[in-house]
């Protein structure tokens, strides 16, 4: 870009005693949340958890976020400054109200990089994510490399790739963005709108870390031919701009430098082949999408990561695909069946009124970021943000690949992100409150009124399924007792997956869904047949989670949880060996101890 930055020097103070005022709001969210307490958490999630006081808090350290944005006497390094420590505060929650790591998938994780650790082996036959084991490998010489188990990096693995997200962002944003307050406004975007969650201890939050800095890279040093293509000429007509080529701010530097720089490319897209079944197919998309705005002549780097992908796939990942062929393919081309499976059922399951509020919440702050991203490329309509938009709207083709589980339409709303805050950061050109006294009065007033409802929102959207993700001692208890009681080869047998269970020893005992869970005298007998089938003894876990999930996520009503709380507990067929009420293990009549 040759344009001018729009900034304004900093004055005086001002930047440092916002960036104080932010700190100090983190310093007040952290003292407040050292009192709460996970009990108090419900259907809204970690937010009935927050004091008043907290919530508060993070409404100012946004607000002063913001007017750093409006003021002129206000350095944009100082906001940068201010949109780390807002990251901080916005992630800090369930460190320090939760007592244990929150999300059962993420104890999973854990322990298949405990077992790589400990025997240098993968079981193919065990877990389908060992075919993809490279983020698992990774993970557990780190943790022996520091002396700790896998489990301990569970807790801050938010928070540190919370941070780590904004290196590469900054990158891709400053590809795009000529003013700095845009700039740090573009990152603010990409923090408020990342409710998703995918950032706990798990391949694709490591990936995504990846698939970031492989943009970067890319953007700042590999365009170094634009040129016009057919949809770059199309997009142009359609925004009514000179289709001419787009004119990034990129600084390809020496022959060297470019080499370098693919190998890196290169590198860090076999690290997320190996690591995860997903992410490289937003890569790949990613590239053939800036090959296709005009920015990149590299289509051949496209088809190379394409071989890589099929190479893996083929070779390595055998023992997967061999045996789910048929699960592999049947979504391909059913991208209205993945929007069924990923996005109605995920809105319309579930009758508790607390979840229709947090699934309003998420479904505002996506719909807030998608309309200031269409805001902001209407009003620029530069040629330069044609290959943005590209990037934002290319993770939808993976949703044609697969529904991921129902969580497809997440997944394209993550790697979308970062390209709709670039294109958001367009919209909205923060005004100078400064000179125009009126306005700054008006501000004081409204400003943390309006943060104070944002910061609510966020916490409704990112932790309002805190219910049944976070991991309560009782549970984590009962889990223990379950593994001290079994032996080698025994059957544990849970209702739903919100259990803190194969974080250790995942080789010993059978893990089973009980799928679909029962929950009447009718269905119980399907449950109790598999169990009598298991080879040794078979046991039962159920947990406060379980019936949180039921609850508030399959919409199973309070009376029929508790009418199947009383069934497990009065069928002879079942004993208690552990726990009271909710909480407990069963076994089976004469198994067991």
């Known amino acids: 870009m040759t344009a001018a930055t729009l900034s304004r020097p900093d004055a005086g103070l001002a930047g440092p005693i916002a960036l104080s005022v932010s700190a100090l709001s983190l310093a007040a969210v952290c003292f407040e949340l050292t009192g709460a307490a996970s009990r108090d958490i419900n259907g809204f999630g970690l937010l009935a958890a927050y004091p008043p006081a907290a919530i508060a808090a993070l409404g100012l350290g946004l607000a002063t976020l913001v007017w750093s944005l409006c003021s002129r006497t206000v350095a944009p390094r100082w906001a940068m400054a201010q949109v780390a420590v807002l990251t901080v505060a916005l992630a800090i ?22 077992y790589i650790a400990r025997s240098g082996e993968v079981l193919l036959d065990t877990d389908a994510r060992f075919s993809w084991p490279g983020f698992f490998a990774a993970a557990g010489v780190f943790a022996q490399a520091v002396g700790v188990e896998p489990l301990s990096l569970l807790r801050w693995t938010p928070l540190v790739l919370g941070l780590l997200y904004l290196l590469p962002l900054t990158v891709i944003v400053r590809t795009f963005v000529v003013d700095e307050r845009q700039r740090v406004l573009a990152l603010s975007i990409f923090v408020l709108g990342n409710w998703v969650g995918q950032d706990y201890f798990a ?47 990129a600084s390809a530097g020496s022959t060297s430098t470019r080499y370098a720089a693919l190998a890196v490319v290169l590198l860090l897209y076999a690290a997320s082949a190996v690591s995860h079944q997903l992410t490289q197919f937003f890569t790949l998309f990613a590239v053939a999408a800036l090959v296709m705005a005009g920015v990149s002549r590299l289509g051949w780097l496209a088809c190379l990561m394409a071989v890589i992908t099929l190479a893996y796939f083929v070779w390595a990942a055998e023992d997967y695909w061999s045996g789910h062929l048929r699960d592999i393919t049947a979504d391909l081309g059913g991208l209205g069946s993945s929007i069924q499976s990923s996005v109605v059922s995920r ?26 991203a269409a805001v902001g490329l209407v009003r620029r309509r530069d040629r330069i943000l044609l290959a943005p938009a590209l990037l934002a709207a290319a993770p939808v083709l993976v949703m044609a690949l697969q529904s991921y589980g129902g969580e497809a339409a997440l997944r394209v709303y993550l790697f979308a992100l970062p390209w709709l805050a670039v294109l958001g950061a367009h919209a909205l050109t923060p005004p100078v409150v400064d000179a125009r006294p009126r306005a700054a009065y008006l501000a004081a007033v409204l400003l943390p009124l309006g943060c104070l409802g944002l910061a609510t929102a966020f916490m409704l959207a990112r932790f309002g399924n805190e219910t049944f993700e976070q991991m309560r001692p009782m549970d984590v208890a009962a889990t223990q007792a379950a593994y001290d009681l079994m032996e080698t080869g025994d059957a ?4 739903t997956e919100s259990v803190p269970w194969r974080a250790r020893d995942i080789e010993r005992f059978s893990y089973v869904y009980a799928t679909p869970p029962p929950l009447s005298r009718a269905d119980l007998p399907t449950l109790l047949e598999a169990m009598r089938r298991a080879p040794r003894d078979a046991y039962l876990l159920l947990t406060e989670g379980q019936w949180s999930q039921l609850r508030f996520l399959q919409g199973v009503p309070t009376a029929d949880l508790r009418a199947a709380r009383e069934m497990y507990e009065t069928t002879p067929e079942l004993r208690r060996v552990q726990g009271s009420g909710a909480v407990g293990v069963f076994v089976l009549a004469g198994d067991g101890p």
Do not use: C, K
Not at 221 to 226: G, K, M, T
Not at 492 to 495: D, P, R
């Open 203 to 249: 391949p694709q939050g490591f990936n995504f870390l990846l698939y970031l800095t492989t943009m970067a890279v890319l953007l700042r040093l590999l365009v170094v031919d634009p040129h016009t293509t057919w949809v770059s000429r199309l997009l142009a007509r359609l925004l009514r701009r000179s289709p001419d080529s787009a004119d990034l701010a």
């Open 347 to 372: 809105t319309t399951t579930g009758t508790a009124p607390e979840r229709a509020v947090v699934v309003n919440a998420r479904l505002g702050l996506s719909a807030a970021v998608a309309l200031l």
């Open 492 to 495: 544990l047998f849970v209702l």
């Open 93 to 114: 929650g369930p460190i320090l109200v939760e007592p244990f790591p929150r999300f059962a998938t993420a104890w999973i994780h854990a322990g298949l990089a405990e």
